[in-house]
Each structure stands twice: as C-alpha cells, then as structure tokens.
C-alpha cells in the first residue's frame, strides 16, 4: 500500500518535474510545477510530515504557484520564442547541474541515516514542537536574517514598481 | 388695372389674382389656373353644365362704368376703378369668363354659401362612411372637411330609401348616399348614348333610377362610378373589396385594343383590385371601356403558367434556353418566329432581334372585333403599329397565319417560336403543330401548350413596364404595378437570352438601358427615352405607313385617315 | 453491533466513509442554492420558488404542499436540468483547461472536509472522541493549504475561457484570495497559541479547540468567539472573501463582469463551480464554529458531555456512541447552516465593496488588525499561561 | 447657475468601520425576511385591472349579440406596427337582422407578435368595435398561433353595452319607410 502511494507520488513528482523543464507552454509548465508540488507534499505526507506538506502547499502551491500563473497569464508569454543558449545561461545552467550532482553525490556517499535518528524524526515529524523548537532557537538567527532580507526585497519591489509614477507627471 | 386682353384671351381677377384665360373658359377651371380651389359636384369638364349642386357658389362683380358716358367710375377710398359686386352669389361652373370679371371665393358671403350647401347635402346623407366605398376619394368628405361646418343641426329622423339597387350588372346603387348631382345622368345620355338614368319624385324623395324596363348595362357605366362624386354609384365588383387609401396608384395602359386608353391600376401588395381611367385629354378623356377594367384579373388567373416546362415536364430556365438553343442550332434557318400584337414594343423590338438572328421569317397574330365608335377599337391588339414602328412586321398582319401554314406544310419550318399567341387559336391546324417544335413564351395555359417543346412563362402587363403605340401611333407607356408572379420570366430577359441562344448580341433587358438600343436601332424612335417620355404620350410620325389598310373605324379622338377597308376576313 | 463494519479493509472503509460526507456535502451545497433562492425571495417580500413539484408526492396532504411551497423539488429540477441541458464547450477556449477547471475547484472543496471533524461520540471511558475522515494534528493548517489550491480553479477558468470578463475576475479571484488568506491565518493564531498551553502536546488540530471550549468554569466552558471576539470577526470577514460572498464577491460581480470566471461556462461545469463555492461555505462554517463556535458543544458553557448526562437521565439509551454521534453531528450541522443562513442574509443585505475597496480593507485595514490582535493575545496568554 | 457647496461630513470612527451601518441593514433585511410577502402568486392570483385598461385588442358585439365591426379598416389603416389585417365582405341579403349593414369582415386577423398595444385602433374605430380590454397575457408555441382571427377576437371581447344602437335605429326607420 505504501510502496504503491511512493511509487504513485514520485513518478507524479518526477515526471511533472521533467515538465516543467520541457513544457513550452509556460502555463503548462506553472501546471506541471504546481502537480510537482502536490506529489512533493504526498511524499512528505508518507513520512507523516504533515507539517511540511501542508506548509508546502499552503506557501507555494496555494500562494507561489498562483502569482506564478497569474504574471504568466498577465504577461501572455506563452506565444513567445525561446531564447537559444547564451554564454551566462550556459554557465547558469552548468553551475545548477554541478550542484545536483553534488547533492545527489553527496546523498550517495554519506546520505545513509542511521536508523536511530530516522525513528526519532518520525516519532517527532508530525509535532509541530520541535519545528517550532528549532525555528526559534537554534535557527532564529538565519529565520531572522532570510525574513529581514525577504523584508528588504519587497520593499524594493515596491519602490520600483511605484517609480513610474514619479517620473511621470501626474496631471 | 385690367391688362389688356390678347386676341383670344380674357382677363380676369380671382381673389385679386389677375390671369388671363381661353373665351368660354368657366370659373371653375379659370380659378384652377390660379390654384384656386372652387369646390362642385355636378360640374365635370366633359360634360354639359348644368349647375344644379349649387356648390360652385362664387361672389362675381364687374367693374364699375358709368352707364351714360361708359367711363370708368373709379373708387376714390382705393384709387383704381369700382367693382359693382353682384349682391347674391352666383355658381361658378354656370358662369363663363368674361373680360374684367372678377371673382371672389373667400368672403363670408360665399363661405356662408358653401357651408349651407353642405348643410343641406348632407341632411339626408347616411353619414355611413366606414361602410361607403367611396370614403377617401368622396367629394362629399372633402368638402364637408374643408367647407362644411362641422356639426350637425339636423335633429329629424332621415329619409329612407332604396339601398343595394342593381342599376346594371356591374353598378350598385344606394339612393341614400346620392345627392343628386345628375353627372351619371348626363354620362349615359351625352358620352355613352345610352339614355337609361332619371330621377323620379321630386323634394326629398328624389330618386335616381333607371327608366322603367331598363338597365345600366352599356359597355361605359363604370364611368358613372367613377365620376359619382359620393358613394351611391358603386362598382360591384370592387364593392367592399378594400378602401381606396390602401391602394397603390400604378400608371397603366388599357390593353384591349388599339385605342390606348389611359388608366391606373389599383393594387395593394400585389393583389390588383380595380382598374380606373386615366384622364387624357387626346386619347380617351376621362373615360375607359367596362371589358377593360376586369382585364387585371388574368394577373391571377388559376390557369397562369408558373412553371417553364420541357415536353410537358417542370424544368428550369437555364434548361430551357439551351433546350431552345439546341433547337435553334439543329434547325438552323428553318424557324419562324410569331410575334404578337400584344407585346410592348420593347418586347417586339427583341423578338425582331430574335428573328434576325435566327434568320426567321416573323409573323403577326391579328385580332380584329367590332369598334364601338368611342373607346373600343376595331383592331383589338394594342399595339399593331408598335410592331410596323420597331420593323417586326412591314405588311398588317393576316386574319390567319396562312403564311407560316404553308410554311410548315412544305417543311420550311420546323421550329417556331411564339411570343405570347396561341397558334391554334391563330391559324394552324392541328396537323401543321404537330409538324413543328414549338417554343411557347405565355401567361396563361393554351391548348398547344401540351404539345409545345418548351414553355416559358411569362409576364402579363401589369407585372411590367412598356410602351405600346396606339392607333394614333401616339406612344405610351405603362409601369409594373404589380410584383411578377412567381415563377414567371419578364418577357425582356427571355426573348433577350433566345438572341443569346440564337447566336446574337447580348442585349440589356432593363427598360431605359434598353431604350437605348431601340432609339440606336429604330430612327423613328430615336429621339424617345423611357424616362422621360410624357405621360400624355408622345406622337410618332405615321406618315411611313399611311399606305397601310388599317382596320380601325372612328373612335373618340380618332378619325382613319383613309376610308376603312371593309373587314373582309372579319 | 457495528462490528461486521470495521472488519472491513480500512481502505475501503476510508473509501466508504470519505463517498458518505461527500453524499452529505454534495447535497447539502446543492441544497444550499435552492435556500439562497428562497431567503433572497423571503427578504424581497416574495414567496420564492415555489412551483415545482413531484406527482407522487403532491398527493401527500399537507406535507406534499409544503413542501412544494418550500421549493424543495426546484432542487431536483435544477439538478436535472443541470445534468440534461446541452453543455457548451465554445469554440475559442483552451479546451484542456477548460474542462479542467470546475474538476480543480471540485477537489479542494471535497477534499478539505477530511480533516474537520463535524461530531464526537463519548468512548467507553466517557471521554469525547471526535468524529471525523482523518483527525490530523495540523488540522488548520491542512484546511487552509487545500482550500488555497481552490484559486486555481478561478485562475484557469478565467484563462481557459479566453475573454475579456472570465480573465478580469480570475485576476481578481487570485489576488484577493492571498490577500486575505494572510489575515485569516493570522487570526486564528491566538486561538492556538491558548489551546496550546505549557507542557501539552503541541498541536494544530480541531479536536484540542473544541475540547478547550468544553471545559468547567467560566473562562472553560466560554467559546473562543466571546473569547476572541477580535480574532472571530477577522476570520469571518476573512471567511466573506475567501469564499467570494458579497460584500467581498468582486470575483463574480455581475454587474461590471458579467459571471466572471464563469461567464462561458453552462450547463453542468457551470453548476460544479457552485457546489464548490458552497462546499467551501460549508467547510469554511464549520471551520469557523470549530473554532469560535464551540464546535458540537450545545450552548456556552453547556458542553456536549453536559447534555448527554441529563439526557441519559432520562433514558439511557442517550449514552449510547451511536446516538451521541447523531446527536454531536446534528447539533454541529445545525451551527454550519445557522451560518451558511448568515452568509446569505448578508448577501441579500450588503451592497458590493468595490474591488480597490476590497484591497484596502484586506491589506490596511485587515491585516494590521490581525497582527495587532496576535500581538496583543500572544503578549495576554504568556502572561496569563506562564 | 448658482453651485451650492455641501460640505461632507466626516465620519465617525464607527461609522468608517462600516458595522453599525451593516447591522442596521441586516436588522431591515430581518424585518423584511419575516414580513409578510408582497407579490401575486400569478396564475393563481390575478391583480385588479384598472379601468382603462390596454390589454389585448378584441371585437365586441352588441346587446343583440351581432357584430359590430363594419370592416372599415381604419384600424388597420391607423395601427402603427401594421398589427391589423382584413378582409372585407358583404353582408349576405338573406340575413334579416343584420343586412341592413351591408358590410362585414370576412376575416379578422390581429398579429399580437406586431400588436404595440397602443390603443389606436380603439380609439380610430367609429362603430366602437374593437376595445382594448382587460386580457393581458397573450402566450402561443408558434407564430401562428400568436395571430388572433375573427372568432378568437369575439371570444376574448365579448359583449359590450352599446349606447346607441345605431344599427337597429336604422333598421327600425327602415321599416317605418319615409320619415317624412
């Protein structure tokens, strides 16, 4: 039963995955990322990390994912050439392939976890405690630091999407 | 002042409008040149006056002049000379012009005059106008409307008298509704010369009535409908069949012989309901014959042709021209073509083209009856000489088409094309049509249409526009009054895709594009156009065919120019 | 009793239980169409629908005619016409999409029912266990993460349809929706920064909430709406635009958009996209009573367990699981559709915001006040919990 | 023209947070939601016809049950849409009652699909025959059967009082002869 939702649940991600990368139709692409996530959060269903899926769902299917759509909708890109390879893509592209390899090296060579600590996160997956715990002990720095930057972003955001209307004179 | 008078003019002041007119001219018309309205009843211009409505009524004076020294006496108030008016009003329809009259139709006096009058016609008057078939062309609501006063001070019971009279078989009578004006009277006696009308009794029982032992039967009695100024004298047949203010007015021409007579068509929504004349001063007045007003009722005839048919089968018309284009092809130069009097003179200008092309000898269908001296005449095709005009024919046709017999019978002929004639009617003996291919172009159902080759339906003359030529090669046109039955060609596009069939040019089959091949083709007519040909009509020079036996006798404004050749054939 | 049931495999019997709510949700949003027809009519001063009716039943006297008076069978009909009228498919729309959407706006609307509880029955211990598809600890959470999934319905039928006015509203429907998920999360914070008090299991479910609302005395047996008021009218208004109900349905305003997203839709796709609006009202109700309303709890302060103790008075069989259950489930029925009732009593009152109003009132006025509220009960609960 | 400047209010903290204005319309709508109902229930109920009435054009007869249309196509010929259609006929001399007339529609036709229920016809007609009466829902599955002929148009408008029976006063002097 459970193999069978793993298996279900990782084609589903993996597949969709794929799309997103080959999907010309960049709505199809925002479906396949949206359909990726949903597998994600199944997965993380499997491992009793409701927590996790639900956040997942919550942030980036329900609110990430939407904007997503919604700017490609607005803009209509869909109709677009793609652009070719350029040098800074080339590389952007390597340095990204680089790193999955790594991570998937990494994983192979010491991502066997002992099976201890792997009861002990299954015991505590579907607590929100020790999220929480970690979140505003040990992590409260970083959390701190990534929201006060986020902060700084969507400020910018709106200092720049507002600029417009100053450099035209209203009338 | 009084200009002075031109030799054969009088001078006259109507309503202070000075206008010169014709000796003998009365008020009545004197004030029409002035648009001046006088209103009457019994005045009519074609027949005897006998002012016995009393409507006309006008104030007349004259001027002034002393009677011992014959000078002008002259008003001092206004300066010019004074105008003795006479005290009572006089009748204007009695009274002709005379120079230095003067006339006056809008005083109190003469107001007062109408109104009465009014007032007394209308005493007795059943005031039945939703049921009157002369309501919206009555004198009597006109002038009731303009001139009467409005309301009614007649409080006694009203006189009774006979209603639904059958004075003839096509004129119903209401006595009720007459008021008397003696023009239906003085029509039988003084144009038709069939004096059978009269009234009898006398006051308020005056009725009109046919003498004892006769009937209002004469070929012209519609014409009292036409010139009752109220609704006594109806048409039977029009009776109750539809109010005049629905019809459309359609400029026609009488068709059933060669007189031409001048007429409208009244119709609503393609369905024709009566035939009126025309007036025409120089053809037929303002009369017409009673067998040419029933003529409308061939428009929907249950025997209308409405399909064209090949051997007696429905087919279309595309068919039928090349099925006639074949014929025309296999039996090149052995076609003879049959025009008819009956046609226009575009059509017969067509059919000409049609017999040139085909190198066909053409042929005339001849009818002759009996003229009745005034609007019937003896030839009783309408357009025999519209045919001699457009080259059609060069000889007035046989009584029988013995020619094109003879033709067939020496197998000259195997093809013969027929504008709207019924060869055995005509001519041929059975033996001879069934010798031949015919191709039939018609309106109605024949006796050889079941033998015919091809048939093409037709249209009758009120689903189109023409001319014919009368008797007095006067040209007159004619409009469609009504749309073409379904299924039914115009005879211009038919006879126009035959040339094309045969070989010829192609020819426009509007009318005033086409006129302008026939003024291009035809000198005597090359001066004539459509559009713009009067709607009196328009004389030809007939001096090419004086030589010709003319069968018509004497006729109203028509006089033959040689002594009638007795209808031997007849 | 019911023991042959539960020797079921658990799948099917998962299965079963999940067709069973469905088979009460779906008709109940159905239903939901036909009472918003006859409470706009009854506050119009009209009797509203009242025509339709079955043959059979017509003869029953006096319930037949009431019943058709009630416009009960207009349910049916609109059901059946529903199912049986041509469903258009026009020709300038993405078809996949098309077709996809009201499916998309579906499976958040059912799916989100799994995790609230509507009932409890007493075990043997005579403790309350609620009654539910899949009681999970991060109930909320998992309630507001599906429901979020429903904007895509909007966004792609909005897109699909490829016209002027469907677009306009997806637009909206996708903004607003964000907008104010922000403060309707941040509202119900306090309700769980109290439930989970010092050195309890930590937890995000409906179960621990109601059963904080059922306890003895006087700060206990109070609900979280009298509790909280603040946090309860955010969330409701939350609830309003969530949901696209007027004041807050510029989504689906019909005056300046016509039908919106669903302005080509007909027929039966047209009809799934209002089941799901109602089931999200439904499943929203019942959030919101979980939450603020006491849940199954009878009244303030008279919790279930209370009102099963005098009524086993009265008869033992009140103690029964099976009739608690009934008797939870129908008490927590009758609060969701007492606020349903709310829901179109506001829409046959309120005038439409428009939308820039709509926007403000989330961002500016909502949202300051959510973070203002948590603020100040997350400062009174340490105090008050320390 | 003179600009009257009102000055706006501002409002209240209350009254910016919109509630009170919310619960005053919610206790309205309360009222309303338990008010007794105000519409017809239609087929059941009919409203009052006041008088004056245009609903559907109709023929009427006389007290004596005859027609009193004389076919004289006013109505036809003043109906703006062009609603109207007859056909004339005569009155057949065998009918002792009703000859006198002379006159008659043979057909009748009122195209309701055209009719603008504007009254003219009514008001055109010098025998009073066609009324516009108190019938107002006029309903049919084909466009034919949305034209009213002559005898539909007697069924609908019935008889009316005629105040003066112009007909039989000149029947009655009819067989009284000369009034002289």
């Known amino acids: 039963m459970a193999s069978i939702l793993f298996l279900l649940f990782s084609t589903l991600t993996v597949l969709c995955a794929v799309g997103v990368v080959v999907n010309k139709n960049a709505v199809n692409a925002a479906g396949c990322l949206l359909l990726c996530l949903v597998g994600v959060a199944g997965l993380f269903v499997q491992l009793d990390a409701y927590l996790l899926a639900f956040i997942l769902l919550l942030v980036y299917a329900g609110a990430v994912v939407a904007l997503f759509l919604f700017i490609i909708m607005l803009l209509d890109v869909q109709g677009r050439q793609s652009f070719g390879f350029s040098g800074i893509t080339t590389f952007a592209g390597l340095m990204a392939f680089a790193l999955l390899l790594t991570g998937l090296g990494t994983i192979a060579v010491k991502g066997h976890l002992d099976a201890p600590r792997l009861n002990r996160l299954a015991a505590e997956g579907a607590n929100l405690k020790p999220y929480a715990q970690q979140l505003f002990t040990t992590y409260l720095l970083p959390v701190q630091i990534i929201g006060f930057l986020l902060l700084i972003a969507m400020l910018g955001v709106i200092v720049l999407s507002k600029k417009h209307a100053t450099e035209e004179p209203a009338k | ?492 596009i038919v006879l126009a895709k035959l040339v094309g069939a045969a070989g010829g040019a192609t020819i426009p089959t509007e009318v005033n594009a086409l006129w302008k091949t026939i003024a291009a083709a035809v000198p005597a007519l090359a001066t004539t156009t459509f559009a713009n040909l009067p709607e009196t009509g328009q004389l030809l020079d007939a001096t090419p065919f004086s030589a010709l036996p003319f069968v018509e006798g004497e006729t109203l404004h028509y006089k033959p120019a040689q002594p009638v050749v007795a209808a031997a054939n007849a | 009793m019911f023991d042959f049931y539960f020797e079921i495999p658990l799948v099917i019997r998962l299965f079963l239980q999940g067709l069973a709510v469905i088979m009460v949700i779906f008709p109940i949003a159905g239903a939901c169409s036909m009472a918003e027809r006859k409470v706009a009519a009854w506050i119009q001063d009209r009797p509203g629908p009242n025509r339709a009716v079955v043959p059979w039943v017509a003869w029953i006297p006096f319930l037949g005619t009431f019943l058709q008076r009630l416009g009960i069978f207009h349910v049916m009909a609109d059901g059946g016409k529903m199912l049986f009228k041509e469903d258009s498919l026009p020709g300038h729309v993405n078809k996949f999409y098309f077709v996809l959407a009201p499916i998309v706006a579906m499976i958040p609307a059912l799916t989100t029912v799994v995790v609230v509880p509507f009932g409890a029955y007493l075990d043997a211990a005579g403790k309350i266990i609620p009654v539910g598809l899949a009681p999970l600890d991060v109930g909320i959470l998992a309630v507001f993460a599906v429901s979020s999934l429903g904007v895509y319905s909007m966004i792609l039928a909005g897109w699909a349809s490829n016209s002027k006015y469907p677009f306009l509203g997806s637009v909206r429907a996708s903004a607003q929706l964000i907008s104010y998920e922000l403060s309707m999360a941040l509202s119900v914070l306090p309700v769980f920064l109290w439930v989970n008090a010092p050195g309890m299991e930590a937890t995000m479910g409906f179960g621990r909430v109601v059963e904080f609302q059922s306890q003895p005395g006087f700060l206990g047996g109070m609900w979280f709406g009298f509790l909280m008021p603040l946090s309860a009218f955010i969330f409701f208004v939350a609830l309003f635009a969530e949901t696209n109900r007027q004041p807050f349905d510029t989504v689906e305003s019909e005056s300046d958009l016509v039908g919106s997203f669903h302005t080509e839709y007909g027929a039966f796709k047209w009809g799934l996209f209002f089941v799901a609006e109602y089931s999200h009202m439904i499943v929203g109700s019942g959030v919101f009573m979980l939450l603020f309303g006491g849940g199954w709890n009878p009244l303030p302060w008279v919790p279930l367990a209370d009102l099963v103790g005098w009524l086993a008075q009265i008869t033992p069989l009140a103690s029964h699981p099976l009739f608690v259950g009934v008797l939870s489930i129908s008490i927590f029925l009758g609060k969701v559709l007492a606020m349903i009732f709310l829901f179109m009593w506001v829409r046959w009152t309120l005038p439409r915001f428009r939308y820039d109003q709509v926007m403000k009132i989330g961002w500016q006025r909502l949202l300051p006040l959510s973070i203002a509220n948590l603020l100040f009960y997350a400062i009174a609960i340490a105090f008050i919990q320390k | 023209m003179a600009v009257i400047t009102v000055e706006r209010k501002p409002l209240t903290f209350l009254e910016r947070t919109y509630l009170p204005q919310i619960a005053g319309g919610l206790k309205t709508t309360l009222k309303h939601l338990v008010a007794p109902k105000k519409t017809l229930e239609y087929p059941e109920q009919r409203p009052a016809i006041p008088t004056g009435y245009r609903g559907v054009p109709t023929l009427v007869m006389d007290p004596n049950g005859r027609e009193k249309c004389v076919s004289c196509q006013l109505c036809e010929f003043v109906c703006p849409p062009k609603a109207i259609r007859i056909t004339p006929g005569e009155i057949p001399a065998d009918q002792p009652d009703r000859a006198h007339v002379e006159k008659g529609p043979k057909a009748f036709d009122i195209d309701m699909l055209r009719c603008i229920y504007c009254g003219l016809c009514q008001e055109v007609c010098p025998e009073e025959a066609i009324f516009l009466q108190n019938q107002f829902s006029m309903s049919g599955y084909s466009r034919e059967e949305m034209v009213n002929h002559k005898d539909r148009l007697y069924e609908l408008g019935g008889t009316l009082p005629d105040a003066h029976f112009k007909w039989d006063k000149k029947k009655a002097a009819e067989e009284h002869g000369n009034a002289h």
């Open chain 2, 1 to 492: 002042m009084i200009a002075t008078a031109k030799p054969d003019l009088v001078t006259v002041n109507i309503d202070g409008k000075e206008i010169a007119v014709p000796k003998g001219t009365n008020v009545i018309e004197a004030a029409r040149l002035v648009n001046v309205d006088v209103p009457h009843y019994c005045y009519h211009p074609k027949l005897t006056i006998v002012g016995n409505c009393r409507m006309c009524l006008i104030e007349m004076g004259m001027p002034a002049v002393d009677p011992a020294t014959k000078a002008p006496i002259m008003d001092p108030a206004t300066g010019k000379q004074k105008i003795n008016w006479i005290p009572r009003p006089q009748i204007g329809c009695g009274t002709n012009v005379s120079p230095g009259l003067h006339v006056r139709t809008t005083t109190p006096m003469v107001k007062d005059a109408r109104e009465g009058v009014m007032e007394f016609l209308l005493i007795n008057h059943p005031l039945d106008c939703p049921i009157c078939d002369q309501a919206g062309e009555c004198k009597l609501q006109e002038q009731a409307t303009g001139y009467g006063r409005g309301y009614s001070r007649f409080i006694e019971d009203k006189n009774v008298k006979p209603k639904r009279t059958q004075l003839g078989p096509r004129v119903t009578l209401d006595d009720e509704r007459c008021i008397l004006c003696s023009r239906c009277i003085r029509f039988s006696k003084e144009i038709a010369k069939d004096d059978v009308l009269g009234f009898v009794d006398r006051g308020s029982y005056s009725t009109l009535t046919c003498f004892p032992g006769k009937k209002l039967e004469n070929n012209y009695s519609l014409n009292t409908v036409d010139i009752c100024p109220v609704g006594a004298l109806t048409s039977t047949d029009f009776r109750f069949k539809m109010r005049v203010w629905f019809l459309k007015q359609t400029n026609a021409i009488d068709t059933e012989s060669s007189v031409g007579a001048n007429t409208v068509v009244w119709s609503r929504e393609g369905t024709i309901y009566r035939i009126t004349p025309r007036r025409n001063d120089e053809v037929n007045d303002t009369w017409m014959a009673d067998s040419g007003r029933v003529l409308f009722k061939a428009v929907q005839a249950p025997d209308r042709l409405s399909a064209v048919k090949i051997n007696g089968t429905d087919s279309a018309f595309d068919i039928a021209i090349n099925a006639a284009a074949e014929l025309f092809k296999a039996n090149a130069g052995a076609v003879a073509v049959v025009g008819s009097g009956r046609s226009t003179v575009e059509e017969q200008f067509l059919t000409k083209q049609l017999a040139t092309a085909l190198k066909a000898s053409t042929h005339l269908v001849s009818r002759v009856g009996e003229g009745d001296k005034l609007l019937v005449s003896a030839d009783r095709n309408p357009n025999v000489r519209g045919a001699l005009v457009t080259g059609l024919i060069s000889t007035l046709p046989g009584v029988k088409l013995v020619d094109l017999g003879a033709q067939i019978d020496a197998g000259k002929v195997k093809v013969v094309v027929t504008v709207g004639e019924d060869l055995a009617a005509a001519g041929l003996n059975a033996g001879q049509l069934a010798k031949i291919s015919l191709i039939v172009l018609g309106t109605h159902a024949k006796s050889m249409d079941g033998g015919a080759k091809v048939v093409i339906p037709t249209l009758t003359a009120f689903e189109k526009s023409g001319t014919f030529v009368n008797q007095q090669f006067r040209i007159q046109k004619f409009l469609k009054a009504v749309p073409p039955m379904a299924g039914a060609t115009d005879d211009l």
